[in-house]
């Protein structure tokens, strides 16, 4: 799990060597400080890893059939291609960390442009479609996504 979490931190959340050896060791506050320095978007991403997957690249949903460190659905890979206007992403992509970032703000860009953190949790958990009647759907995981990024 070590190795995963610092896999993704060092790909994803650009930081110095000096802080990737010890962001481990520090403290809760020291990391807040680290984390407060990155972009809306990087702490928007990493609220997102957090909440679907706990970080974890193999993360599977079987009743959904999300996969990967976003829990990405193949209707999500389905609309990224449609947006795209081609096949880009194949079903196996979603193992990818790369490929499913991608998958993300493509999604996100195209439904959420202003990247409205509500916004992009409600797309995210509960699809772009119908969004006034899915919204009380997706109330609680969107309250989660909120509480998590106002606390890193």
Excluded at 25 to 32: A, F, G, M, Q
Excluded at 49 to 64: G, M, V
Aim: net charge negative.
């Amino acid at each position: 799990m070590k190795w995963t979490i610092t896999l993704i931190i060092f790909l994803l959340l650009p930081i110095s060597s000096f802080e990737y050896e010890y962001i481990f060791t520090i403290s809760l506050e020291e990391k807040i400080e680290v984390f407060e320095e990155k972009s809306f978007e990087e702490k928007v991403l990493l609220v997102f890893f957090l909440q679907e997957s706990n970080l974890d690249t193999l993360a599977y949903n079987k009743t959904e059939e999300a996969l990967g460190i976003l829990q990405i659905r193949p209707v999500m890979l389905e609309d990224a291609n449609r947006i795209l206007g081609e096949e880009k992403f194949k079903l196996e992509d979603r193992l990818c960390v790369e490929k499913s970032v991608e998958m993300f703000w493509i999604i996100q860009n195209y439904y959420n442009p202003n990247l409205d953190l509500e916004l992009a949790a409600h797309i995210w958990n509960g699809g772009p479609a119908k969004i006034k009647s899915r919204w009380k759907f997706t109330e609680k995981y969107r309250n989660e996504i909120i509480e998590k990024f106002n606390n890193i």
